[in-house]
C-alpha cells in the first residue's frame, strides 16, 4: 500500500513539473532557416513603403531572455500597438557560438558587420533602423528589465522615443 501511495506521489510530482514547465517556455520566435540579411533587407523596404522604422530584435531561441522579451511584448496590447503603429519588428537570429560551418560563420560575420556589432550589448539587443536601412541606434536591453522581466515603463519610452515622428519630428 504505501509502495503504491509513494509511486502515485511520485507520478503526480512528474506531471506537475512538466504542465508547469510547459506552461513557463516561451514561444520560441526566432526563425532560423532564414537568412538574417535578407530579413532585414525586406524589413527595410516594407518600412520604407509603409513610413516606419525597423527594428530588428536580434538575439535567438536559444537565450531565455529574447524569447521573455517577445512574450512580454506580444502580452501588453499598449506595447504592441505602440510597436505595430510605428515599427516593422523582426526577430533576427543570431548565433555568437556557431558551428565550424565557415558559410554560417561568415554570415553571423557579417550580420553583426551590417549592424554595427550590436552583438557588444549582449542579448537581446534592438537595433534601430530608419526606412533607409541606417543604423540609428542600439538599445542593450538590460536597461529596460525589472526582476525577470522587463520594466514597461522603461520599454515604452524606447519605443516612443525612436519612432520616425520622434526623431524626424
Given at each position: 500500500m504505501t509502495?503504491?501511495?509513494?509511486?502515485?506521489?511520485?507520478?503526480?510530482?512528474?506531471?506537475?513539473?512538466?504542465?508547469?514547465?510547459?506552461?513557463?517556455?516561451?514561444k520560441k520566435v526566432y526563425d532560423e532557416s532564414l537568412n538574417p540579411l535578407e530579413q532585414i533587407e525586406k524589413a527595410v523596404t516594407k518600412a520604407k513603403d509603409e513610413g516606419k522604422h525597423v527594428i530588428c530584435q536580434v538575439?535567438?531561441?536559444w537565450c531565455p531572455w529574447c524569447l521573455r522579451f517577445a512574450e512580454f511584448?506580444?502580452?501588453?496590447?499598449?506595447?504592441?500597438?505602440?510597436?505595430?503603429?510605428?515599427?516593422?519588428y523582426i526577430h533576427v537570429n543570431y548565433r555568437p557560438r556557431q558551428s565550424g560551418n565557415?558559410?554560417?560563420?561568415?554570415?553571423?560575420?557579417?550580420?553583426?558587420k551590417r549592424l554595427n556589432n550590436a552583438g557588444r550589448f549582449g542579448f537581446p539587443v534592438m537595433v534601430v533602423l530608419d526606412e533607409e536601412g541606417k543604423v540609428l541606434h542600439i538599445q542593450d536591453s538590460s536597461f529596460l528589465e525589472e526582476g525577470k522581466g522587463y520594466n514597461k515603463e522603461k520599454v515604452m519610452r524606447f519605443f516612443a522615443n525612436w519612432t520616425r515622428k520622434a526623431v524626424k519630428p
Open positions: 509502495k503504491r501511495i509513494l509511486t502515485t506521489i511520485m507520478l503526480l510530482t512528474c506531471i506537475f513539473t512538466t504542465v508547469s514547465q510547459a506552461q513557463t517556455t516561451p538575439g535567438g531561441n511584448m506580444s502580452n501588453d496590447e499598449e506595447i504592441s500597438k505602440l510597436v505595430d503603429e510605428n515599427f516593422v565557415s558559410d554560417e560563420v561568415e554570415r553571423g560575420q557579417q550580420l553583426m
